[in-house]
């Protein structure tokens, strides 16, 4: 054969090896697809990658994350059904879908229940928060942290809101959540439960006067676009749990199983430190963008609003699981 051919066949083989092996690297990892509302530049995007990284990294690549951010496979409830059906491995969602699947975890979602952010991460990160991710097993979903999308704050394009009586009539979209509604309707607004993935249409028809969301979400979603003013009621802490399918994670080894806890754990801390930062610099973000923004809010008459509705809160969760949970200092 003439040297040539052979050191062009020799070259083939070389490359036809490489494409085999790197098929069969390919082929090993195994996909996990990991769903959430908002865009990868966002406290859930930055939870994603770092729970992916710390999986991917810990496990010599046996798994490779693929991620679908902004509500690709569905709104938070899809994607909840996703998890127990076994169609999606991963998800990081907030309460707002999940307390319909896990009613005990609708606690959290009580108005002024935490003092600071500090308070929420001491109690979500101690006993009482682990013992509500124990909760999730029995409705067939599996959670292994608490993430962070920080204080909800009420925005609205009719007028700024500063008392609880500014919130006679408006049409304010809430979560698909009844602690939630609850608590909207007993301070006089009127509000309209609404998936997340249907909110910015409509707020631009104008089908809903308003919405509440933290900072983060505020500033991911660019709500300045569809928002005129805000206030920075700190009406309700959000979390968002990171939470897997059952059928997925039976099926890992023990020591895989510890690589998606602890990169769950670490993908929590990566949303806690995005909210972070966003709660420095959200506001004159927000206000840059021409958003009249309520800084200084008086909760004291909201709070005092809100009594029939904390009756309703301590018949359904127990008086004694609130003083708990404020006795945590
Ligand atoms: O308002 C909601 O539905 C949630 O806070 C959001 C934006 C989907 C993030 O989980």
Redesign the pocket.
Known sequence: MMPFRRSLLATCAVSALAATTSVAFAQQAREVKVGY??AVNSH?GAGAQAWADHVEKATGNAFKFKQFPSSALGG?RELIEGLQLGTVEAIL??T?ALSNFVPEIGVVDIPFLFRDTAHARKVLDGDFGQDLLTKFKKRGLIALAWGE?GFRHLSNNKHPVNKPEDLKGLKIRT?ENPVHILAFRTMGASPTPMA?PEVIGALQQGTIDG?E?PLS?FVS?KLWQVQKNLTLTGHVY?P?ALVVSPAFFGSLTDAQKTAFIEGAKIGAQASRKFVDDVEKKGVDEIKSHGVNVVTQVNNAPFQAALTPAYKQYAAKYGQKTLDQIAAVK
Do not use: C, H, R, T
């Open positions: 509302a908002l859930y938070e969602v907030s707002g999308q979560m997340w919405q969301n979400v979603a959000a968002i």
